[in-house]
């Protein structure tokens, strides 16, 4: 029923859309034209990069081939003014910069997380939004200053580009992407890869290694333009204590976020807890997540950073569960890693992203990586 009702109400919306510009009573400025294109195909759930391959080759290309995009999520919620300020940003960019059809990728990541603990009466637009001055960036904090989570972390917290790697919020929903990047980018993404979990990981590497421009920090004090759910290094923390079991009393929260999917055990995490003992099987399954998400994020098309995660996990795991734990585990995820990819697409990998004319060769390991880049700590 509520799927009727959603469905119902967006083609009605998309109907409307088509209507002239129409003048804002209160502010007497014209609002820019908004056209909506509604697909909906009857299913009940489809792996996150599947949605993305659908409505990229089955609407948004039929539409305007050569569109930027960006995304969100079913429970993000978006501040009235972050299109448009992507789109400032973008008309900013020096016209030669942008010639030949260039695929440059950006982000402004200034954003709000919001801690899973909240409850539903707690996230809701109208906590976070005056719909009087919308440029208030600061008016959530009236309702949720002085509020932590059971861990004394803020509930709400206003993630800058500056500390993106720190809080681990760094994701492909900050960018904005030329058409031909996407298109690219599922035509090298067999199903099999798309539909596994952290393949929107590999996304977010790929956007991050093509980005040549940096919003500047805080375009306007506080600003923030995108809200959505995080778990917390200390859940995560929880949950590893808790043999790789989430304690659902204490989410308010439905939990989706890609980077914290709870892993079931399998016959090798079994094995390998035999063989290391200080972990049960279920803590083995979250190192072996942790790994799986960083391996799926380069292999094939990045090596050079992929070889350098290897080292440094592989030497992480060993000092704290047991000397050859690490080499065992990374290449049983490097394995089943590889298994999704034909050697066709592996090989059409090799190469295909560069950087941009204007990156700073300066940078000895090319992306810059320290450990939050390629997915924090390391159970």
Request: glycine share 6%; charged share 25%; net charge negative.
């Given at each position: ?336 890693m590889a298994a999704l990819f034909d050697d066709e697409v592996l090989l059409a990998s090799q190469g295909a992203w560069q950087k941009p004319i204007n990156y700073d060769e300066e940078d000895e390991h090319g992306l810059g990586l320290d450990d939050e880049d390629y997915g924090g700590l390391c159970y």
């Amino acid at each position: 029923k509520f799927r009727e009702q959603a469905t119902q109400f967006l083609a009605q919306l998309a109907a409307t859309s088509e209507d002239d510009e129409e003048i804002n009573s209160d502010t007497k400025t014209t609002s820019p034209h908004c056209r909506i294109y509604l697909q909906d195909q009857e299913m009940e759930r489809r792996p996150q990069m599947e949605h993305l391959r659908h409505l990229l080759f089955g609407g948004s290309m039929i539409v305007d081939p050569a569109a930027l995009l960006t995304f969100v999520d079913n429970d993000d919620m978006c501040h009235p003014q972050r299109f448009q300020t992507l789109l400032n940003f973008y008309q900013a960019i020096p016209v030669d910069s942008r010639i030949q059809g260039r695929p440059y990728t950006f982000s402004i990541p200034c954003k709000l997380l919001l801690d899973v603990s909240l409850s539903n009466g707690e996230g809701r637009l109208e906590n976070f939004i005056d719909p009087r001055n919308p440029s208030d960036f600061s008016f959530w904090r009236q309702k949720f200053a002085g509020r932590t989570n059971r861990h004394g972390s803020p509930k709400v917290q206003l993630a800058r580009s500056d500390q993106s790697h720190d809080l681990d919020s760094a994701e492909y929903f900050d960018y904005v992407v030329p058409t031909s990047v996407l298109d690219k980018f599922l035509s090298l993404t067999p199903e099999s890869v798309s539909c596994h979990p952290f393949s929107d990981l590999r996304l977010y590497q790929v956007l991050s290694y093509l980005e040549p421009f940096e919003m500047n920090l805080d375009p306007q004090p506080g600003m923030w333009l995108l809200a959505h759910y995080k778990v917390s290094m200390d859940d995560k923390w929880d949950t590893f204590d808790n043999h790789g079991r989430r304690d659902q009393h204490q989410l308010g929260h439905a939990v989706d976020q890609v980077s914290f999917q709870q892993e079931e055990s399998t016959p090798v995490d079994a094995r390998l807890s035999e063989r290391y003992p200080k972990l049960s099987p279920g803590q083995v399954a979250m190192c072996r997540g942790h790994l799986e998400s960083i391996i799926l994020s380069y292999i094939g098309w990045n090596e050079k950073d992929l070889e350098r995660a290897r080292k440094d996990k592989v030497l992480e795991l060993n000092q704290k569960h047991g000397a050859g734990f690490g080499n065992e585990l990374w290449d049983a995820c490097e394995t089943s890693m590889a298994a999704l990819f034909d050697d066709e697409v592996l090989l059409a990998s090799q190469g295909a992203w560069q950087k941009p004319i204007n990156y700073d060769e300066e940078d000895e390991h090319g992306l810059g990586l320290d450990d939050e880049d390629y997915g924090g700590l390391c159970y």
